[in-house]
């Protein structure tokens, strides 16, 4: 990677925590009494109808292929090659939000899995009865303090929050060996990741299935869905408190 390309990935960086810092502590929209703030809510149904529309023609059936071909240990190999390689990020997340034994566990099973694990194809870190710990840039701003901020559904990559969202784009910056390694190895990552995702996507294709295709409105449904698990992830009480699980949006899709 050239040394322009690693100065304009910094640069980008510390304007995007600039602006988040600006924000932070500040959670302005009004949250609806079902304790989901969707004020965008029209556009969001279109991009949500676009996604279930790619994942039936392509992703879906890429995944069901994938996994039906694929051994079950070979994409717990591939995953935890994936995952072993997003550990830097972790680490980096880690000391932004203080938390240092989160940052001492990823450490630690980064190494142990990058060389007793073969660069991380095996996890003997877990055979060793380790804990995991696994973080991201979107609950660094929870920990500042930023926002929720606004439910939306990104293209491709589904449900998400502006700060979640924000999250996403910053760890495409918070992983040091995408300034170590060169190309082709720096996308290999990426790569690992996507095989691992249709795997996940292909192994729980009957949940998937039920959400986008079976419940009433797929769309309320997997907003309700990301929305608790997000918020019971960070420990975000207070909010997931306000949603009630049978509280459904009914409206077409």
């Not at 000391?95 to 095996?122: C, H, P, V």
């Not at 660094?140 to 998400?160: F, H």
């Amino acid at each position: 990677m050239s040394l322009f390309t690693r100065l304009h990935r910094a640069a980008a960086l510390v304007l995007v925590i600039c602006f988040v810092g600006a924000c932070a502590g500040t959670n302005q929209t009004a949250v609806t009494p079902a304790g989901i703030n969707d004020p965008y809510e029209t556009q969001n149904r279109k991009v949500h109808a676009f996604n279930r529309g790619l994942d039936r023609a392509i992703v879906r059936p890429a995944a069901v292929g994938y996994s039906s071909v694929l051994p079950d240990e070979i994409e717990d190999t591939i995953g935890n090659f994936a995952t072993n390689l997003g550990k830097p990020s972790v680490m980096v997340n880690s000391l932004l939000q203080g938390d240092l034994r989160g940052f001492g566990n990823a450490t630690l099973r980064f190494t142990i899995n990058s060389t007793f694990g073969l660069l991380g194809f095996f996890d003997p870190a877990t055979e060793f009865k380790m804990a995991d710990h696994d973080t991201d840039f979107g609950e660094t701003l929870y920990v500042w303090g930023a926002g929720e901020g606004v439910y939306l559904e990104l293209p491709v990559l589904g449900p998400s929050t502006t700060r979640s969202a924000t999250g996403r784009f910053v760890d495409l910056f918070t992983n040091p060996l995408s300034y170590i390694l060169e190309s082709p190895e720096e996308y290999y990552g990426t790569a690992a990741s996507a095989a691992s995702g249709l795997g996940y996507r292909g192994r729980f294709a009957d949940t998937v299935d039920s959400i986008l295709y079976e419940s009433a409105d797929s769309y309320a449904q997997a907003r309700l869905i990301y929305l608790q698990n997000r918020r019971f992830k960070l420990g975000d009480t207070e909010s997931t408190t306000t949603i009630d699980p049978f509280e459904l949006d009914t409206e077409g899709f």
